[in-house]
């Protein structure tokens, strides 16, 4: 059993930066891939980034590839993501999800995960 709180979220102007934060309770943490996804108001849930087990394989959504970076503690039990240049078409709610693998890769389909956050608001004025 995993329990994702994620922190972070804000207001902020466009061009600005905030970083994102999952911590993870239970133990091996490292075996558990993670990704990022958000929900803006009227629209369905989007894949944002994910990371593998060990933080070498990451993977982005095209609309967020070179301005957010996913990283992770595995000693920590925490997983970032680092925006930067924030449009006002990133705001929404983001979460982070984790599920257990064997794989070395991440994945952008949600419903490969079996634990989510309650998520964290980020706002991006124009």
């Known amino acids: 059993q995993v329990q994702l709180v994620e922190s972070g979220g804000g207001l902020v102007q466009a061009g600005g930066s905030l970083r994102l934060t999952c911590a993870a309770s239970?133990?091996?943490?490292?075996?558990?891939?993670v990704g990022w996804f958000r929900q803006a108001p009227g629209k369905e849930r989007e894949f944002v980034a994910t990371?593998?087990?060990?933080?070498?394989?990451?993977y982005y959504a095209d609309s967020v590839k070179d301005r957010f970076t996913i990283s992770r503690e595995n000693a920590k039990n925490t997983v970032y993501l680092q925006m930067n240049s924030l449009k006002p078409e990133d705001t929404a709610v983001y979460y982070c999800?984790?599920?257990?693998?064997?794989?070395?890769?991440?994945?952008?389909?949600?419903?490969?995960?079996?634990?989510w956050g309650q998520g964290t608001q980020v706002t991006v004025s124009s």
């Open positions: 239970g133990r091996a943490f490292s075996s558990y891939t």
């Open positions: 990371i593998g087990r060990s933080g070498a394989y990451t």
């Open positions: 999800a984790a599920v257990a693998t064997t794989s070395v890769y991440g994945s952008f389909m949600p419903g490969e995960y079996r634990y």
